[in-house]
């Protein structure tokens, strides 16, 4: 999925056949949903082994841009000992695996998302950048309906990725 399928089935939304200023806006206005999606709903994983340089890394010399912290262990999968600061990791080790979920940068046009298929569709996407270009255009009325929409694909999303039903027992 690219950022392009996305920009299409959001101008069908919206009723956008000629290509115009619009566009360009509602191009920002996917970027901004794919970016607050990651964030807030429905976070992307990341996993990546750092060499530690005199007991410290900063999370700022990480691959991708990290919102939280899920785990540090060694390379052999044991866990490791470390301090966690706002803005680094101290450790002992030589060696940390460090797992955490991100924010990815903005993206081009046909540029593939992170969203690599399974909970998140072109379609959630595309209802977020809807809302967001109705709400900068004035159309208030139509960003609470796609917002909604927005909101229902979510929860939908959300329970997809749980896929676990509690055991039932029955007297």
Do not use: W
């Not at 379609?123 to 967001?132: F, P």
């Not at 909101?151 to 896929?163: E, F, I, L, S, T």
Request: net charge neutral; charged share 25%; with cysteine.
């Amino acid at each position: 999925m690219t950022l392009h399928d996305i920009l299409i089935l959001a101008k069908f939304y919206l009723n956008i056949k000629d290509p115009d200023n619009r566009e360009e806006i509602l191009l920002k206005c996917c970027n901004i949903c794919y970016r607050f999606t990651a964030q807030n709903y429905l976070p992307l994983y990341y996993s990546e082994t750092v060499a530690v340089n005199n007991g410290i890394v900063f999370f700022r010399d990480l691959e991708k841009n990290i919102i939280t912290l899920k785990k540090v262990t060694k390379p052999d999968k044991a866990g490791a000992r470390y301090t966690l600061h706002g803005d680094r990791i101290e450790t002992p080790e030589p060696e940390i695996v460090i797992a955490y979920t991100y924010l990815p940068d903005e993206t081009g046009l046909n540029d593939t998302l992170a969203y690599g298929g399974g909970r998140v569709d072109a379609r959630l996407l595309a209802l977020g950048a809807a809302a967001e270009f109705c709400l900068i255009t004035g159309l208030y009325d139509d960003a609470a309906v796609f917002d909604a929409r927005y909101n229902d694909a979510v929860r939908a999303a959300q329970r997809r990725a749980g896929g676990s039903v509690r055991e039932r027992r029955f007297k």
